[in-house]
């Protein structure tokens, strides 16, 4: 994990995963992520699976988002429904995520790093699956 979070401090996005899976015909999505404070993480979905995440180490927040109904993708039609802090020693050390639920993550300490888990094999985040505030 230290050398994980060494990679993610030099990264411009301030965050680096790494791919825990068998090997690249394993359909599942297993990865370490490491955050540090600042990383951008634009509000997004996953449509068709829910995702698992378990904080190993450090402190973050996961917040969700929900939409106005009627509404389109300005700022003011976005309302943050709730937030749940994690942490390895705190009352919450994991969460499921619906599948369809907005969703982004804020790492509060240097050195987070999270297990993150989802159904089936990776599928990149389209554009209607991201608000871009």
């Given amino acids: 994990m230290d050398s994980l979070t060494e990679q993610a401090k030099a990264s411009p996005r301030l965050r680096m995963n790494l791919d825990l899976r068998n090997d690249e015909n394993d359909s599942s999505q297993r990865m370490l992520n490491a955050i540090e ?3 951008p993480l634009p509000i997004h979905r996953h ?11 450090g402190r973050l927040v996961e917040e969700y988002y929900q939409l106005v109904q009627g509404s389109g993708f ?17 009352p919450v050390v994991a969460l499921n995520i ?8 804020r790492a509060l300490e240097s050195g987070t790093v999270i297990l993150e888990m989802k159904n089936g094999a990776y599928e990149s985040i389209s554009d209607v699956d991201i608000l871009k505030l």
């Fill in 37 to 39: 404070p600042g990383s």
């Fill in 47 to 57: 449509q068709k699976t829910s995702e698992t995440v378990v904080c190993l180490r």
């Fill in 74 to 90: 300005k700022v003011q039609d976005v309302q943050k429904t709730e937030e749940i802090e994690l942490s390895p020693n705190g």
């Fill in 98 to 105: 619906p599948a369809g639920q907005w969703h982004t993550v």
